[in-house]
Every structure is written in C-alpha cells, then in structure tokens.
C-alpha cells in the first residue's frame, strides 16, 4: 500500500510563511518587481493589504481585490515580469467623528507573483461595486518545429 499526501507540502507552507511575514514587515520585492516609485522612495510601510482571489482559468488569471469605499483614481496596478501591484488610498468618510472604524483607510498595497507565464500587454483592468478585477492571459501556446537531423 502506498501512502500519499494529502495538502501542501511543508516546504510550501515555509514559503507562505516567509512571503506573509515580508509582506507585514514592510519588506520589499525582489529587485525584478520593485514597488512603485512614491512607495519605494519613501520606504513607507504601508498600513494594510486588502483581501484578494487569484483564479486561474485555461487561458487566463483573474485577481479580484476588495476594495470598498476606494475610489479608481486612487488605484494603481502595475505589473513586472511576473509580479502584480496593486496600490493606493483609501479615504475615511470626513461625516464626523468616528466611533467605531471597521474598514481600514489610508495606503493599501499588495503584491503576487504569478505561478505562471503571463501576457502582461493584454491585461484588462476594471473596477466595479468596490471589486478591482485585473484579468491577465497566458501567453498563447507556441506549435513544436521539427528539426531534421543531419
């Protein structure tokens, strides 16, 4: 009988680990994805990073961010070889003084790498009800050649 392991491998979840732990520290990218210019220049911290999805389909990766209350022109994405960034600003309500503050406003940022090739130049950005969904096509399969043999 053969045993088989069910869920990730413990060398996965060691690199979850590390990439959550760099991304609440503050720590940056690697030099191929740096973080946008005002960020990286400021070497902010940037106080939250809004829940996202990542989907694949056969064709494509969809990322569907939560952003309630985020206005799109305070929205950034930006994308570098593999990775995704999305930053920018939410802004607090000025109706009065807050009692009680569930949402998180000010600057937000997260960043992923894709686990895949991607066409970054047929990305499609569209942000609707406080969803930002950025859609982004695998490169398209490349035929085989045949090579004669001499």
Known sequence: MTA???GPTP????????????????????AEAPLPTEI??????????????????AD???VHVELPGARKENIEVHIAGPVLTITGRREAAPEGIVLIRGRDVGKFARTLRFPAPIDAARAEVT????????????????????????
């Not at 939250?48 to 389909?57: S, V």
């Open 11 to 30: 060398e996965f979840l060691e690199e979850q680990f590390d990439r959550e732990l760099d991304r609440i520290l503050g720590v940056a990218e690697p």
């Open 40 to 57: 990286a220049e400021r070497g902010a911290v940037v106080p939250y990073a809004p829940p996202l999805d990542l989907i694949a389909t």
């Open 127 to 150: 942000f609707e009800d406080g969803i930002l969904t950025v859609v982004v096509p695998k490169p398209a399969p490349t035929p085989g050649q045949t090579i004669v043999v001499r």
């Open 4 to 6: 088989s392991r069910i």
């Open 60 to 62: 494509a990766f969809a």
